[in-house]
């Protein structure tokens, strides 16, 4: 679904990304690992376009993504939770879910009710919740909620940006649970994180990322096996 | 008790005026953080156009048709011309380069009015009633039945708005693009169409203002100064960014203003706006909760 | 040196153009030239050195017009005391809209110098009793010492003469420390804060000199022709001088000069189409502002090439780091009891007890989010804890602001690089050397040539050798690497003889000889006594450097103790790979 292709990436003078190629096929879960700094936040920034690459090429559901405006991107099925979760503060929790499903706007009111419903059985809380402002969540909550609101927009790939930041192992354990079921449901997952074993744990393949280069790459379970891993990541 | 009401209607009108002016600043602030310091001249051109409309005979509902969709045009221009081009200058433009742009803009309209319809004031027929000075009787007072027409299209207009920002998907693509315009992005959200957008909104609320205000004064070519910085007051009397605080602020500005005119007819319009600069002092933006990015 | 002989030409060229041209029309023009130059340096100063916006300085310019014409007019006092009078009018005007604006900024700024300008015009039009309205102030007393036919030229020449002292002014603001200042509080106000700075003060302060200089030009102004009227100061005043201001250059010291000139020439060749002065104004505004930004000095710039600033050969940088001595520091401790912070609910600090010992390296680690930048901006002053307290060396701090505790000797790095662009790397590094001389005696030394700044020139090329960069000094932040600059960064902070660095992240983004070099640097640092918090994620570096690490997560602190403790601490493998098993 996404396929990324010697990609190298630089904000300003400074160079991020260097020739990196990875591929995220459908109903596979895959992970991009690696410390502070490695270039994960600019991978996916280039991926959905916000960052113009330097050389390479992207490609979405077969075509390649050069000229398409984020948005377009993001319309047409290529989703990115962002850093940081990016719940608006002052609107209501349901509002930040129509905030995604808005966007097609073909939709009739109806299916949209339908994937309220689905989202709310999903996450029971933001059901709980719907009236109060985003901002009022907490960081848990907030996480799910800006899961559900990518997923309103009926992805065909989904790409999450250290989903655990600030968060409890557990929750971050349950996050990452329903990532393994979208996986398994049919959906292109891309989940970038810095801990490292958890996100391997439920991953099928996975990266690791070190200053701009994919120093290791492979089934997520032989890298979990491999102490090298630990310890490129630790330094 | 006679002037009371009069004054009291007058100053409700005058605030549902401004309401309407701020609430075009509002917006834009709100998306981009920018705003158009020729709001009040935006306003000012609408009240001519409109007058001019109805002096050449046009029917009065087609005449603020033309107005509104002349105005549009005029935010989506001023949005290309005054505030794109900066992003593209990134680093090389000037602090604050959109409020020179803004005001430039603002200095040709002026003179392009004049051009037209020459420097000296002018006095827009009306547009609800037969002549300027119809009144009808509420409570043994006489009451100008523009005035009441003015209050009820200018809450119609903001009612309007507020369904716009609470109630519509557009209105949340705004609220989003405010937020994070990148994060916006990655959620679908065409945030140049929502900037571009947004500056439509302000420049149509400043047409309709521009519209109810030209019966009401004497109109001339210099009269947009007095209202963008009105507009201004009470948007920052909202924190630019409490939509009901603007709407009371609003109201509160023309009433306070209609009774210290009374009062010192000299300088009577001058106390509010004094009383808004105090208390910005007093109360600054930051207890309406702006974003603190944080520090790195 | 070349800078007074430039001066010296000035002088000569004002002294002789009165009988150089062929009528007093010029000598007129000139006039008007000198007094509105002088504005016109007090809005580029505040807009383009400190990055404030006025759209009311046609106000001051009239407070100090009407003050000083009506104190020497309806009160006869002479010009001489009437005119600072005038400014000192426009100057109290300044404080008080600069207060006024002072927590709020940016937008309000603009909105309130807008009304403020407005105020004002419409006193001088209704208040006719006292200023004459439109119908204007006759009879005020013309500066012309006496001599009627002579007149125009001394008037003319004292003008000029206060052109150039206010010239000499901003060039020295240009050139000194306070122009640093000033570019770095209108880039990054945390970042001067963090050297030091009362931003408050140094806005307000930039503010009323601004808004006197619009007072002089307007007292100048007022006895030229000895007539005024409210027209002069409508909203087109401050609209003419913003535009002189923009089209000179902004925030080059000799931009008010081209700038005053050029709105002068426009003005007197489009006098014939007065009916549309707007238009053109308008136009003019947009062109400058989107297609010459730089303006006209920055154009001149362009087509005149400049000279590149040439590197000097690197050199060896053992032998560099040899050739200086740094001074030793006096440590001091760091305490930490009980600090907490949440923002709108979300902890991001909880009842965090840290103690830094002086002299020492005390890592702060922990995944992202732990809430280790906010600790550093908690620690820094830059935020204010909910709860706790944090003293340096038993001083209780908690309450102090964060240019009172960069005083009392922390200095910090940023994540986030705070470089200023404006300034050279050699000007960044000077942000942080304390000056060696007062304010009289650096002008003093500035106005001699030579030998200005010298000393602390020579300590910031010091710390740049040290750290064996100077081959850069010349070149502004933005053309560094990445590395280059955190490196400067680092100098910076050095230059502020901190006795605690607070360092965040200083070897994120590097490579592994750049984060060794800067190992050697901190771990020399604290050999010389510097106490040193250090919030790293490269364990290396940070199990190499520390004397002791404390690990946040979730805002708690889970362990604390020597590299050795913490790699074996389980809490801390858990944290920082989250899974529940200890990782081989």
Sequence with gaps: MIRVENVSAAIGSVDILNDISLAVPSGRLVTVIGANGAGKTTLLRTISNVLRPKEGRVTFDGRETGGIAPHVLARQGLVQVPQGR???????????????????ETAASSEIDEDLEAEFARFPVLRERQDVPGGSLSGGEQQMLALSRALMMRPKALMLDEPSLGLAPQIVKSILRSLRELADSGLAVLLVEQLALLALDIADDGY????????MSGPASELRRSSTVVESYLS | MTNFLQLLVSGVAMGAIYTLTAKGLFIAHLATHRLNFGQGDFMMVAAFLVMALLIAGVHALLAVILVVLALCVMGYLLERIAIRPLDALAERSTPYAWVLTTAGIAL?????????????AQYAP??????????????????FVEEIAIIVVAFL???????????????????????NPEAANLLGVDVRGVIVLVFVIASVLAGVAGV???????????????FTIKALAVASLGGFSNPVGILIGGLLFGVAEAF?????????????????????????SGLFGERHADVR | MYRNLGYLLAIAIAAAFPFLVPNNFFVHLAQIFAYTTIAVIGLNLLLGLSGQMSLGHGGFYALGAYGSALLAGSLGWPLLFSIPAGVGVALVAGILVGLLCLRTRGLYLAMATLAFGFIVEIAAQRWTSLTGGTMGLFGVPQLDFGNFRMGPVYFFWFAAAMLLLVQIGSDYLFASRYGRRLQAIKESEPFARTIGLNVPIWRTAIFALSAALAGLAGALFAHQSGFISSEAFSIRLTIGLLIATVIGGLGRSYGPIFGAAILIGIAETTAALHEIGLLLYGGILLTVILVFPEGAIGLAGKLIPRKTAKAPPRRDAEEARSALVLPQAKGAALDIVGVSKSYSGVVALSDLNMSIRPGTVHALIGPNGAGKSTFINVVAGLYQGDKGTISIDGKDVTGTSAHARARLGLARTFQNLQLIQGVSVLDNVMLGVRPERGAPGDFLAWLAGGGHERGERRRAEAILEFLNISHLRDLRPKDLSYGHRKLVELARAIAQQPSIMLLDEPVAGLNAQEAASIARVVSDLRDRGTTILLVEHNMDFVMGLSDRITVLDFGHRIAEGTPEEIQKNPDVIRAYLGTDEAAA
């Design chain 1, 86 to 104: 990016q719940i608006i503060p002052n609107l209501s929790v349901r509002d930040n879910l129509l905030i995604g499903a808005n966007r097609r």
């Design chain 1, 208 to 215: 690791v990322l070190q200053r701009g280069q994919v120093v």
């Design chain 2, 108 to 120: 040709i309209l002026q003179n392009l009015v004049e051009l037209v319809w020459g420097g000296s």
């Design chain 2, 126 to 143: 009306p547009l609800f009633s037969q002549s300027r000075d119809s009144v009808v009787i509420v409570m043994g007072v006489g009451i």
């Design chain 2, 157 to 179: 207009v903001v009612g309007a708005l507020y369904w716009f920002l609470f109630a519509s998907r557009w209105g949340k693509a705004v609220y989003a693009v405010a937020f």
């Design chain 2, 212 to 226: 109810l205000i030209g019966p009401l004064v004497s109109l001339h070519p210099h009269i947009g100064l007095v």
């Design chain 2, 260 to 284: 210290s005119n009374y009062w010192d007819s000299a300088f009577g319009d001058l106390y509010p706006l004094l009383f808004v600069l105090a208390s910005l002092a007093i109360k600054p």
